[in-house]
């Protein structure tokens, strides 16, 4: 696929690019939000899961006969006994067959909290009780959470079969790395720590399962359906033909990730309904949640070094990354495709030196966190960029605009094949520079400073990327694992009834945070002219729907509304055909304007949508005869701007080409005493393309940065040395609280994409993917510090500050 | 497991039910009476999103008995909009979009309301430390915030 063709956007847009309130709303203010604890049948059972109380061992026995003598349990499922009912979970990792995955331990326990038995009662409390009467005997292996050790000849094995701890490893180098590195004046390195911290939505997983054995029909109800193309592969571990699996969906309680293509939940549920032949409801606690949710974000180490001229003009960045991945690897190494999308950041660079180790270990395993990825790759590089500026002693924002890619430059490819499509770096930092203040700041810094102050500020530039191609899950390997899948479909189907309403069908996970309802509604109503709140947005389950990925990549506000263009053309085509005879006309002389067709010349003479629904549904017989009676279509939206990986994998292709940009200035003061920082003033300026509805994206802008402040500041799933979880509940886990979290100025700049509908670009994840940047840089510049390892807790900033003190 | 009988008046509507000792607050609203607007995060009470007022004042039911409200009067979020209209506060939500994925919502709007009914007229700072008590993983609280000063305005003039 080449370029695709530059598209002209309408100029003048009726609803998108306003903000009116969100569709989704009334439903989550009443109490009505239809979250899946909500969903209960008759006759229902419902699960609980013991877990395991070691980090690494074999399991030696299960003893569940106390538990089944319990009045109210139905059935038990141990790690004894799992795979007579499961194939292993859907997995595309690298070598499945040696890291194998299934929905509990089997053999031994590979973390602590990782499913040992499940058991089934007529409550979700009995089913506790009964849980904690199992009996496991252990066998304690030697625990296994640090990855370097992980590395190391003599560490214990967290998968026999794999004959070592690393499933992955692969340098990649993408332009002449060696070649800017020696044409370097200048080259800083550093060593940098991304601490591991997840989603943590507020809902956590949930399904409820029902198997009809006279169809043969398993039905789910989840909060979690994404990937419907996939949904083959669940059957399979379910052991149901493709075509009698039906997920439901639900809307979902926040996921930014976490509920990612998580079936593990479903699973568990879909077992038991089938061995008891009743409705099974699985919904998983806190702990569940924290210890065995399958969604950690990334836990990584890197060295990394930075080559630029001596007057600021960077020039090759070479990676060594260790990833902790923890005891599976369910998504391969696609978080780090994330990182490649955009390796090079704004900036003008040749080259990218990337060597990825993937280590397993005895922590839960990692999936999906706002960023995917991406998120961490900023993170170094503008932690790098920071280091070169104070090498180089240059002003941390000069350094950055100097390097920026330019207007003119795009569409841009970076060295390791993906495509910019469009930017305007220095319109969206002249905006920051304005929006914060940036050098009265610098000025009252200085001034606060006189009075003893610790004042730091920080900057940041960053991208993010949208619309992932699925490239990215393979062009890892030499070979895909299994095909070289490329696109991730995104599916509507839009019915004009007979009066004239429009109901919107969509195809993934309900609402999940995101606003799908709302932005449906706002390209239907711009394509249709109805009015959005006169739009019904419905949701199918998966038997009878159509392909669909779902929320993810900050993808599917653009790749719904392809769909929704698509799908509205087709309307408009059927309908101006029926048009054309209800007011003997020629079908070239209608123009569509405000909602209906109109002879050309003639505005009077017009018949409104509703007129010719009407027509469409009712008089068949006195239209021509190739129209059928209805007025329905549907479209697929494929990937729109994807290209294949090179067999050398020197270059990536095009993956992830609609690309966001965002600066953020940050004023922090910290206390050097006890390491607290407080927030003194927060900008954040976006550029993602068009935006459909400016207070959404405001609320994902300060939403995603007050995440990336937990993830700077407090938040990690803390394992210990003996792969204890030191962090199972929100008493340890901490999110930002308001008092925690700044007030955002939030400013828009907006370059559409030439190449989605309206030029829309993602914006979903883009706080979290650079508020870590610019608050590390606010309290290294307050204190004097560089922070190098995340989170940067109040008790190692104090350490930090420490260690400078003694020189 | 021992079972108790209690009275409850929860929405203006007087109930009587016979709980399990265990059975929590959360628990007997949404499973028992189907009031599922009341939501459970944590079961800890750390997260909030289980508030109800109990005589005006928030509670996290997720930590209390349903035996221990015995002769209690409860309000929980299906309170607010018993009809057509919504409530002025979640009228203010929605214009704001103090809300993402909803789930924290009806905890919030309780725990905004006991704030404004304590204090008409809180300022931006009092709003914000009011609400710290509940967890919103979504909004970064700033639409929130403006959302229960806008309702506040709105109430006061409803009351002036």
Redesign the interface.
């Given at each position: 696929m080449t370029v695709p063709e530059v598209r002209q956007h309408p100029e003048h847009l009726e609803w998108v690019g306003k903000?009116i309130?969100?569709v989704?709303?009334?439903?989550?203010?009443?109490?009505?939000?239809n979250?899946i604890?909500?969903y209960?049948v008759p006759n229902m059972l419902e699960v609980a899961v013991a877990r395991s109380t070691m980090a690494h061992a074999k399991i030696l026995s299960i003893d569940t006969s106390a538990a089944e003598a319990v009045p109210g349990v139905v059935a038990i499922v141990t790690s004894e006994n799992v795979t007579d009912h499961v194939n292993p979970m859907p997995d595309f990792g690298p070598s499945p067959d040696k890291h194998t995955w299934y929905c509990l331990a089997v053999d031994k326990v590979r973390y602590m909290g990782e499913g040992v038995a499940v058991v089934a009662a007529t409550s979700r409390?009995v089913a506790e009780d009964a849980a904690e009467l199992i009996e496991v005997e252990y066998e304690p292996l030697e625990p296994l959470t640090d990855m370097l050790e992980a590395l190391e000849d003599d560490a214990p094995l967290v998968h026999e079969a794999l004959e070592s701890n690393v499933p992955f490893h692969r340098k990649f180098a993408f332009g002449d790395v060696d070649g800017d590195f020696a044409a370097a004046d200048v080259i800083v390195r550093d060593t940098l720590w991304w601490g591991r911290s997840g989603?943590?939505?507020?809902?956590?997983v949930g399904a409820v399962a029902d198997y009809d054995a006279a169809t043969g029909m398993m039905t789910i109800h989840v909060n979690s359906m994404s990937f419907t193309h996939f949904l083959f592969l669940l059957a399979n571990t379910l052991r149901v033909p493709s075509n009698k699996l039906d997920l439901q969906p639900h809307?979902?309680?926040?996921?930014?990730g976490a509920k990612f293509f998580e079936v593990k939940t479903a699973t568990i549920a879909a077992m038991m309904a089938r061995i008891t032949g009743r409705p099974v409801k699985f919904m998983q606690?806190?702990l569940d949640n924290i210890a065995n949710g399958d969604h950690h974000g990334s836990d990584r180490y890197y060295e990394v070094e930075l080559a630029a001229k001596a007057d600021g003009t960077l020039l090759s960045t070479r990676y060594k990354v260790v990833d902790n991945y923890g005891a599976y690897i369910q998504f391969g190494v696609g978080q780090h495709g994330n990182s490649l999308a955009q390796a090079v950041g704004p900036y003008r660079m040749s080259s990218i030196g990337y060597d990825l180790t993937a280590v397993l270990t005895n922590k839960c395993q990692q999936g999906a966190y706002r960023g995917f990825g991406s998120e961490v790759g900023n993170w170094i590089l503008e932690r790098m960029v920071d280091l070169m500026a104070a090498e180089l002693d240059m002003d941390p924002f000069e350094i950055r605009r100097m390097n920026f890619i330019q207007p003119d430059q795009f569409p841009y490819f970076i060295p390791t094949g993906n495509c910019y499509d469009s930017g305007d770096y220095e319109a969206v930092h002249q905006k920051t520079l304005e929006l914060s203040d940036y050098k009265g700041w610098r000025k009252r810094q200085a001034e606060m400073r006189a009075e003893g102050r610790h004042i730091g500020i920080g900057v940041c530039t960053c991208q993010e990327r949208s619309v992932f191609s699925a490239t990215e899950f393979w062009f890892w390997f030499d070979e895909p694992v299994a095909a070289p899948v490329t696109s991730a479909p995104e599916s509507v189907t839009l019915k004009v009834d007979a009066m004239g309403a429009v109901t919107a069908t969509l195809y993934s996970n309900a609402?999940?945070?995101?606003?799908p309802e709302t932005m449906v509604a706002q390209f239907v109503a711009e394509e249709l002219g109805v009015a959005p709140d006169d739009v019904s947005v419905v949701y199918a389950g998966s038997n009878q729907g159509m392909p669909a990925t779902g929320p993810g990549g900050s993808r599917f506000t653009i790749m719904v509304g392809g769909a929704v263009e698509v799908a509205s053309q087709r309307i408009r085509t059927k309908a101006a055909k029926i048009a054309a005879h209800l007011l003997e006309a020629n079908e070239d002389d209608l123009v569509w304007e405000s909602g209906g067709f109109a002879v050309r010349g003639s505005p009077d003479q017009r018949k409104e949508l509703a007129e010719i629904a009407l027509a469409a549904h009712m008089f068949k017989h006195s239209l021509p005869e190739e129209i059928e009676t209805g007025l329905e279509a549907s479209h697929v939206q494929d990937h729109p701007y994807t290209t294949m990986p090179n067999p050398e994998r020197t270059n990536l292709g095009v993956f992830y080409p609609f690309v966001g940009h965002a600066s953020h200035v940050v004023v922090v003061e910290v206390d050097p005493e006890t390491g607290r920082v407080e927030f003194l003033d927060y900008t954040a300026v976006h550029d993602c393309g068009t935006v459909v509805n400016p207070?959404?994206v405001?609320?994902?802008v300060?939403?995603?940065?007050?995440?990336g402040l937990g993830s700077t500041l407090y938040e990690e799933f803390l394992y210990d040395e003996d792969g204890v979880l030191r962090t199972p509940?929100?008493?340890e886990y901490l999110?930002?609280?308001?008092?925690d979290?700044p007030?955002?100025r939030v400013g828009h700049n907006e370059t559409p994409s030439p190449y989605t509908p309206y030029g829309v670009k993602g914006g979903g994840e883009a706080?979290r993917m650079m508020a870590p940047s610019a608050i590390c840089a606010a309290i290294d510049d307050a204190v004097g510090i560089r922070i190098r390892r995340l989170p940067a807790t109040p008790e190692r900033i104090v350490e930090m500050i420490d260690a400078a003190a003694d020189g | 497991m021992s079972t108790h009988d209690i009275t409850v008046t929860i929405n203006g509507a007087t109930t009587s039910a016979s709980v399990e000792a265990r059975r929590s607050l959360a628990d007997f609203l949404r499973h028992d009476l189907g009031l599922v607007g009341t939501h459970i995060g944590c079961e800890q009470g750390a997260c909030g999103a289980c508030t109800v007022l109990i005589g005006g004042r928030s509670v996290r039911s997720c930590i209390m008995f349903a035996v221990q409200a015995d002769g209690a009067e409860i309000q929980t979020v299906e309170s607010l909009a018993p009809g057509a209209d919504m409530h002025p506060l979640q009228e203010a939500f929605r214009r704001h979009q103090g809300l993402q994925c909803g789930f924290c919502t009806p905890g919030m709007l309780l725990r905004s309301l006991e704030l404004i009914n304590d204090n008409p007229d809180l300022t931006a700072e009092e709003a914000r430390e009011g609400i710290s008590s509940n967890m919103c993983r979504c909004t970064g609280y700033q639409y929130i915030v403006d959302a229960v000063l806008d309702a506040a305005a709105e109430m006061r003039a409803e009351e002036g």
């Open positions: 903000s309130p969100r989704e709303d009334p439903k989550f203010l009443r109490g009505r939000g979250y604890d909500d209960e409390a989603g943590q939505p507020l809902e956590t809307p979902s309680g926040g996921s930014f606690d806190r609402s999940w945070g995101n606003s207070r959404s405001g609320g994902q300060i939403g995603g940065t007050v995440q509940s929100f008493a999110i930002p609280s308001a008092m979290s007030t955002l706080g | -």
